[in-house]
């Protein structure tokens, strides 16, 4: 019988020192996230916007599989001004958000689903509102340190170009390289893509 | 293969330590006006080349990472706001946000004008050709304010950073306000210029730009090393200067050049002249580590001025709501800039600040819970998001005068000690106490300006802050200010030390006071300055 998720993390626990240990269980949380996408692509039909479609949806869940990969603990961060503190990455939420998704899929099957992407879309918001209320989330902050993974999916995605173009319905583009001289106008509209 | 295989006793004619933007400075216009040898000794490592920074880029914005590896020493953890870790070839420019407004002409005489502070021994028409080599030098984009606030003998080197749409519809609201204001000067590219490309509004320009169009001192570097014109010596940490056995010159430079397993190499580096370019701690720190027997107090310090009367400013900040529909992100860092605030009103309470406005996502940005508390997902939350973004939001920050004082002063920490032993500097700033009975007044009266734009236009202010974490005075500068009377200065007007003919101390630290404007443009404009005196 196939070792389940938490059982492989749990062995690797006895089994290994700390530094080894935290790398293996990052890199297993990411091989286990893209293994079985499903949960987080239902997640990301929860809470992203309907009007992503299935492709945008699952391009932004995609995006936020790929953050999760390229996550490095304990890499020195940006100096801020005024101290000679300096701060690091913290530990992989990668672990945390992998067991998340499973308890939202534990969740589902109590409720006599297969699986939480077998849930109705009104039955998952339900599932990730209860979740985050028990965990006293009220903002969308940086996703590292999102508590939870549909929080941190949330964070990951309203903070990209495509995020702002979509709320304000023009093109722009932040962060991106842009002609300087088009900066005096007012942002193009976006074009009307049919979904 | 290390420029220390074969030698550990470096000579040369100019001897330049630090390597950031006022070394760059001085090491551009020596190499075009002396023939000698120049060295440059830097502790830190090379920065990374122009074609990694994308790459560094996204790791910044992805994740926070600093984009600039190995740019500080371990070990260095110290007391007081440090402005930063920063210590790498190129310096703490590396990642400055490339704004160069000048100081203004009041600046410099704010004890004959106002009856505060301390004039300097120089003057801002003195100043005003070498402001004018710092912007062609680095490539200023910058728009010429209205003369009286905004004097210049000559243009510009490159138009204008264009206003962006935002700030074309902020400026339209200031001006219903009274305030004239236009466009932030910057040392970013508005057109191609020396080599780099124009901007492209990556908006990251702070702490990295990708294409290099904003100045940075590594291309001044890599330019005078490819034509032979220095030798730029990195992971060389100078621990102290010594002098000559019959006189007070400086002989030497004693540093140790770092290995990576945290020991080092003694090398000597003698000199005709010596320029301390370290920056406003590293300067003074230097200086007062270099005691011996001749002068008990460190070099130059005869005065007990070296690592006193440190200076910076403070600002007030604040949120203001508009009925106007903006678009953030479409040049972020860029700002528009007033400078009508300068010169304090004759028969009143003495106040100068700069004032500069820009786009702003505060309060604007998308939520997970709605003003009802209830916790949003899916649509509900864009929906939230545009409904909020109608009306746009202005962000308006008023630098303002802190006047220097003694006691505001960086020493050495008996406690805390580097690598080698060397006891690390340690930082308090305090306000003069003319200045401290000014705070609430400057406070206020900025509080109040701000309540008048935002009813100018119909808006709102909604949030306020002041910058004052750890006692923290912004874009700080002295610990070496200059002067000409030897007992309360450390320099004369040309950063030459008052106790020591071969010694000069250049940029920051030589200031007598900070203004209320970001300060590298005229600590590059001093050096060059100094540079002048040197190669005469």
């Avoid at chain 2, 728009?143 to 700030?167: C, H, I, S, V």
């Avoid at chain 2, 320009?205 to 014109?229: E, H, M, Q, V």
């Avoid at chain 2, 006189?247 to 030497?252: D, E, L, P, V």
């Avoid at chain 2, 009306?391 to 050495?412: H, Q």
């Amino acid at each position: 019988m196939p070792l389940s998720r938490r059982a492989f993390l749990g062995a690797l626990a006895a089994a290994m020192p700390a530094a080894v240990l935290i790398r293996h269980a990052h890199a297993a949380a990411v091989d286990d996230i893209a293994a079985s996408p499903r949960t987080l692509q239902a997640l990301g039909e929860a809470v992203l916007p309907s009007e992503l479609g299935r492709a945008g949806t699952l391009a932004a869940v995609s995006a936020f599989q790929r953050w999760i990969a390229g996550y490095r603990e304990h890499v020195e961060l940006v100096h801020g001004y005024g101290t000679s503190a300096l701060g690091t990455t913290g530990p992989t939420p990668a672990t945390k958000w992998a067991a998340q998704l499973d308890a939202l899929d534990r969740t589902a099957r109590a409720d006599g689903a297969r699986s939480f992407a077998a849930l109705p879309l009104e039955r998952r918001r339900e599932i990730v509102r209860r979740e985050l209320t028990a965990l006293k989330a009220d903002r969308i902050g940086a996703v590292g340190r999102a508590p939870h993974v549909a929080l941190a999916l949330l964070s990951h995605w309203y903070d990209t170009p495509d995020a702002t173009n979509r709320c304000y319905q023009v093109k722009i583009d932040k962060e991106n390289c842009r002609p300087l001289a088009t900066s005096a106008r007012r942002p193009l509209p976006l074009a009307q893509v049919r979904t | 293969m290390s420029a220390f295989a074969k030698r550990t006793v470096i000579e040369s004619d100019v001897c330049i330590i630090g390597s950031g933007i006022s070394a760059a400075m001085v090491a551009d216009r020596l190499s075009r006006t002396m023939k000698g040898r120049i060295v440059v000794v830097e502790a830190g490592d090379e920065a990374p080349p122009l074609g990694q920074r994308y790459a560094l880029r996204e790791r910044f914005m992805e994740y926070g990472e600093n984009p600039w590896p190995n740019d500080h020493l371990d070990g260095y953890e110290m007391e007081g706001p440090l402005q930063s870790r920063s210590m790498q070839v190129g310096g703490l420019a590396m990642h400055w946000g490339g704004v160069t407004p000048r100081f203004s002409p009041e600046d410099f005489r704010t004890r004959s004008m106002f009856g505060v502070g301390t004039d300097w021994p120089i003057s801002y028409d003195e100043l005003d050709p070498f402001y004018q080599e710092a912007e062609e030098l680095m490539g200023v984009a910058g728009e010429q304010g209205p003369a009286a606030m905004d004097p210049r003998a000559k243009p510009f080197p490159m138009a204008p950073m264009p206003l962006t749409y935002n700030l074309g519809l902020l400026k339209e609201w200031t001006a219903k306000a009274g305030i004239t204001m236009w466009s932030q000067p910057v040392a970013k590219n508005s057109r191609p210029y020396s080599g780099r490309a124009e901007c492209c509004r990556n908006d990251t320009c702070s702490p990295i730009c990708p294409i290099g169009a904003k100045y940075s001192p590594d291309f001044t570097w890599s330019r005078l090393r490819a034509r032979n014109r220095v030798t730029l010596y990195p992971r060389t940490l100078v621990r102290k200067l010594v002098l000559h056995d019959g006189s007070m010159r400086i002989a030497s430079a004693q540093a140790v050049q770092r290995n990576v397993k945290g020991a080092g190499t003694p090398v000597e580096f003698r000199a005709k002249t010596f320029v301390v370019a370290a920056g406003y701690v590293w300067s003074s720190h230097l200086l007062l580590l270099s005691a011996s027997s001749r002068a008990p107090a460190g070099l130059g310090n005869r005065s007990g001025n070296v690592g006193k009367y440190l200076a910076g400013h403070r600002n007030q900040q604040a949120f203001i709501s508009l009925p106007i529909k903006l678009f953030p992100g479409i040049n972020g860092q860029h700002s528009l800039l007033s400078k009508q605030f300068m010169r304090s009103p004759v028969g009143t309470e003495y106040l100068r600040h700069d004032l500069r406005v820009w786009e702003s996502t505060f309060d604007r940005g998308p939520r997970l819970k709605g003003d009802d508390g209830a916790l949003m997902l899916g649509d509900e939350v864009m929906r939230d998001w545009r409904e909020r973004t109608r009306t746009g939001v202005a962000r308006v920050r008023a630098y303002y005068d802190v006047i220097p004082d003694r006691s505001s002063e960086l020493t050495l920490d008996p406690a805390r000690k580097n690598a080698w032993g060397d006891p690390l500097p340690r930082l308090a700033f305090r306000d003069a106490p003319a200045s401290a009975a000014l705070r609430e007044h400057s406070v206020g009266a900025i509080q109040t300006l701000f309540q008048t734009m935002a009813s100018a236009g119909g808006g709102t202010v909604i949030q306020r802050e002041e910058d004052d974490a750890r006692g923290w005075q912004d874009h700080p500068v002295g610990g070496c200010r200059m002067g000409d009377d030897p007992a309360t200065s450390v320099v004369d007007k040309w950063g030459r030390a008052h106790d020591h003919e071969n010694l000069f101390v250049v940029g920051a630290p030589t200031c007598v006071s900070a203004s209320c404007a970001n300060g590298t443009l005229t600590f590059t404009a001093l050096a060059l300055r100094t540079a002048s005196e040197i190669a005469r």
